[in-house]
């Protein structure tokens, strides 16, 4: 393959991803091959490539002679979310503290300006996508290539319902919580600067507890929590 085809396919891959984490590609959608080789200039062959490895990474899921779908989620994976990213984002944080290099620890600070700049213009799709790039740099530093692979597919589901509730909830106290992320962020970088794995853990835990509440709020709107009573 040349070099201007690899670079096509890399910029397939890169926005292709970023269409399903930002839920431009809703779940159970089609993923045209066609299309798809036609709008980067790229053969049916590395496109089929490229969804057989992004279906292994967990972005899409292939069935025998059928197109490729973006990956479902419903209630069975918001559940399933919050009970193996707290223990995955606290696994790879305390493994973080125990393993960063100083370059990994620049490469996150330097994450960390994207995320902080897309809090203050108040870009939502940037806010899921550069918390998404932070996280996976942690999982990263952990280098624990058990965790690695769950810590992926995790991080696809955590976008793709962030999306759901920061557009839903937009508003001041959404761009508060924002700031609190960033705040929560700029501490968990500390943490493991300063090699402390019980601070990490405890800091990661308070930042998912934040992500959690406002996932709540928004499965569970506010006024239907009382009794429903039916005429």
């Known amino acids: 393959m040349s070099k201007h085809s690899t670079d096509r ?96 620890i620049a490469a996150l600070k330097d994450i960390q300006l994207h995320v902080a700049a897309a809090a203050r213009d108040g870009d939502t799709e940037g806010s899921v996508y550069h918390n998404n790039r932070f996280h996976w740099e942690i999982g990263k530093m952990a280098h624990n290539p058990y965790l690695l692979p769950s810590m992926e597919r995790v991080l696809i589901d955590h976008a793709r319902l962030g999306k759901l509730f920061y557009h839903h909830e937009a508003g001041k106290s959404m761009q508060q919580d924002a700031y609190t992320a960033v705040a929560q962020h700029d501490e968990i970088i500390a943490a493991i600067e300063q090699r402390d794995s019980a601070a990490v853990v405890r800091l990661m835990r308070e930042h998912m507890e934040l992500s959690r509440r406002r996932m709540t709020e928004y499965v569970i709107p506010s006024g239907l929590e009382g009794e429903i009573v039916m005429s």
């Not at 009970?83 to 960063?100: I, V």
């Open 9 to 104: 396919k890399t910029l397939m891959a890169e926005t292709l991803r970023r269409r399903i984490l930002s839920m431009e590609l809703r779940p159970g959608a089609v993923v045209d091959e066609v299309k798809l080789g036609d709008e980067f200039s790229i053969s049916r062959s590395p496109v089929r490539e490229l969804i057989r490895q992004m279906a292994a990474e967990g972005y899409l899921e292939l069935e025998e002679n059928r197109a490729a779908r973006v990956s479902a989620m419903g209630y069975d994976a918001l559940r399933n979310f919050f009970l193996a990213a707290p223990l995955l984002y606290t696994a790879t944080a305390q493994l973080a503290a125990e393993n960063a290099t100083a370059a990994e």
